[in-house]
């Protein structure tokens, strides 16, 4: 049986790291900063890229698959991005083994080294845009809408289960237009995608934005992101989508012939999100004894198990449940039975708490007699007896209720710790002692952003989208600022 | 328009490159040997994904993540794997890049230099088995059985695109048991599962077999395989599945208590299928026109082209033609409209014949007083006129018609092209001047395999698992044997 977890106020990054390893989310793997990512853990994020891949491919795209190298000599070909972005990457120097002279194994063959270098790719603007030059010539071949589903490496030196590790896997969309308003149109759309899945399907209430310079993608014009608030009160990016201009299209020369017979560069966005998703459905809604899943995600979304003793009624209750199973598999609700006799109910009861099931059905002797069954919901840890007559309608209901609740829950929990400030000093009190977003008045400069970042490590989260015009003064240097911005500490 | 392809008789590995790339399903990168998987190209090896991932499920597997780095000790651990496992790999040395000094781009940071290399899996056997050391204690913990979906590469000098690059995609099973018996049910079952996706899905009959001594996997103690007949006369290794014994858990520690309380080592499988089987698709169906596509395949299975003059006479027959594609589509059909005006119809048709779509259906103004279509039919090129009305039905039938007509011509070509030999002379003969598979009496050594192979070129694809035992005589040797092998020479 699994052990107690750490409480979240005892030590938030312990219950953490304790609930992804013990719920069978992920691993630590024998690579420093690689993650094994478990079979209950990844039949999540396969349900994430079922619904993000359904949403991309009725918003017209296709996905495509690139190389996972990219030359090194690539990445200096677009100056904003190979200025920008972080150059710890995995580099492939060599491209041969051989059996070493004492018999102790394998060693790097010192003659197949390779003549330029080769990167892991850390993002694929660059080899899709050396791709894209040979399929545009005309405005016939726009808009390209692809995307791909893939591994990144990027060699974080502090990793994290999910939030960072130098090896993750992401999805990464990569279009091409004809003109700037169409590219601008795309980002903005990919972006409402992403918030409709956070707050559908994973139940994370985001606040859309854009960027401020400082916090913008290397190689962008504008990025847009989704920002959602985790139980300690630090903001993680859940998504973002670019609006790259022609930046990539110069670095590469991507051109194309207009209808009027001009040459002109080719207009791009690029936009992604990866299993960071499954960081933040983890901290969003679990609690102290666990995961708990929103119904939308969960690999299955009732667990009946059986309460006996002796084979005889075992065997009379698996009878029972599989009956009830099967309804409620004609009611499109997934769900598992349990009969292992090798565990006791009170080890599964506990298995499945911590797993995030969100409905669990226990069925004993008496509730054979009787025709009823106990339903207890993860989210809200209450029992109920229940008839076994109508029991399907009645799950799949609660199975919409809990999903609704989980939003409701998490949108409270962030207004509550959503705090407009005016001043410097009350700013700094509400980051230090509270936490949470800060909504405040700032100048609009990089300076004051990085002053402010230095002496309290939070960040602007965002510019949001839908903020109000207010006029005020910069928290910092008193500067008049027209709208208020959105800061916190980050993952 | 696309050019004419070279034809199969002209050059059969010409036809093949420029198929591959007019029809949209991949092309080479900016990096040596690594391919672009195109859209079209993509949304048919996702239909494959779909259906082995489906397959996989349902018989009890599930899937999970592993690094996409392995340390170079690993390799080191299991004897066998070490020396038979190709040493052709990707090795990465260094984590981070910098600006150069002369402003030129980024270098190489040499001070940022691995301690112990890190190999870009090839295959990930050593890494998952390190993992199931952690997974394993009990019989109550086994069986495993998981499945990865992943990229691998393997540092190929001489690369065709799908059938030979230095990155690929593929999905690799590995899984766990307490008995010899299970592992070796297993590695059967996936073995029927490959062979049954091969034939009822891609329309490719396969002959399922074991690998002699000499082409088994580094490891293995049996190699399973399916193993298919090309246009060429040559033959394709379409997907493996092996038995490794107790190999990898002996060389990884992976030990087990039995229900009894004794410490045994695991039994283990591995087995998997690749981007290859795009190759054997397109050279199974395919003619000199282009790609010819199995309906359950195709990422469209009927296209719509509409013939008019003006802009009038297409808004009329677009209206019939959306009509029609709902019709179809609510039959289950999955179907494209081209409406483009910046095409004319010869240049569709020509575009949907090399891009394989099983049925085209051309609507004219005529045919819309007439209340017809032509339907044209991609693997036999025949056209005929139908009427409107009961079309949806008549398609669905001509679908399922199409895709066991591949299968039957597929077929009934390999029977054509399998010889039964008794001489050395008449062995030569048929892999020098006619191709195809051979059947063979061998004496069953690794010598005579290697001496054939290196006078003819061809291999012992393998030894079929319906053979029937016939006495007989070594082609080289004269020593006796007791069934026929299946001889050929290979992609």
């Known amino acids: 049986m699994a052990k107690k977890l750490t409480s979240r106020t005892e030590d938030y990054s312990k219950w953490y790291n304790e609930l992804v390893v013990n719920a069978d989310l992920a691993e630590a793997s024998g690579v420093r900063g690689c993650m094994v990512i478990k079979p ?56 041969r083994l051989k059996n070493a002279e004492d018999g102790s194994g394998v060693v790097v063959d010192e003659n197949a080294k390779l003549e330029e270098e080769l990167i892991v790719r850390p993002t694929s603007e660059t080899i899709i845009w050396d791709t894209y030059r040979k399929w545009v010539q005309s405005y016939r071949d726009l808009p390209i809408l692809v995307n791909q589903w893939a591994n990144v490496v990027r060699w974080e030196m502090r990793t994290r289960l999910f ?10 969309g990569h279009t091409a237009h004809a003109t700037k308003m169409e590219a601008i149109a ?82 791009a966005t690029s ?28 690999p299955y979304q009732v667990v009946i198990v059986p309460i006996y003793r002796g084979e005889d009624q075992l065997e009379e209750i698996s009878l029972k449940a599989k009956e009830i199973k099967k309804e409620l598999q ?12 090798t565990h006791k109910p009170g080890w599964k009861f506990n298995e499945y708490e911590l797993k995030g099931v969100p409905l669990r059905i226990a069925i004993g002797p008496r509730d054979l007699e009787n025709g009823t069954v106990e339903l207890a919901r993860r989210d809200t840890l209450t029992k109920e007896l229940m008839l076994m007559e109508g029991l399907a309608t009645y799950v799949s209901n609660k199975l919409e209720e809990i999903q609704q609740n989980l939003f409701d829950k998490a949108t409270k929990y962030r ?41 309290t490590k ?18 910092l240097t008193g500067a008049p600022s027209k709208q208020r911005v959105l800061f916190a500490k980050a993952y």
């Open 330 to 341: 004609k009611a499109g609700v997934t769900v598992k039975f349990d009969g292992r006799d």
């Open 186 to 267: 795309e980002a903005e759309q990919m972006l409402d995608v992403y918030a409709d899945f956070a707050e559908d399907f994973m139940a994370v209430p985001v606040v859309k934005g854009v960027k401020s310079a400082n916090e913008r993608f290397a190689g962008a014009l504008e990025t847009y992101c989704i920002e959602a608030l985790m139980q300690d009160g630090k903001a993680l990016q859940a998504g973002t989508s670019h609006f790259l201009g022609q930046n990539f299209a110069k670095a590469f020369d991507v051109k194309f012939a207009t209808k009027e017979g001009k040459q002109e560069h080719v207009w």
């Open 271 to 298: 936009w992604g999100v990866s299993t960071r998703l499954m960081g933040a459905l983890v901290m969003t809604h679990s609690d102290d004894n666990g995961l708990v899943l929103p119904p939308n995600l969960a």
């Open 458 to 475: 939070a960040t602007i989260r965002c510019i949001p989208l839908n903020a109000k015009s207010e006029e005020g003064a910069c928290i």
């Open 415 to 455: 207004s509550e710790n959503t705090h407009q400030v005016n001043t410097w000093d009350e700013f700094v009190d509400v980051i230090e002692n509270k936490g949470g977003f800060v909504e405040a008045h700032w100048d609009g400069t990089s300076e004051t952003e990085e002053e402010i970042k230095n002496r």
């Open 163 to 172: 939030l960072r590790t130098a090896e993750f896997l992401w999805q990464e």
């Open 40 to 95: 209950y853990g990844y039949a999540i994020w396969e349900k994430m890229q079922a619904e993000l891949d359904r949403k991309f491919k009725e918003t017209g795209h296709e996905n495509a698959y690139f190389p996972l190298f990219i030359p090194k000599s690539y990445f200096s070909k677009e100056a904003s991005h190979v200025d920008g972005f972080a150059k710890e990457c995995a580099v492939v120097t060599h491209y």
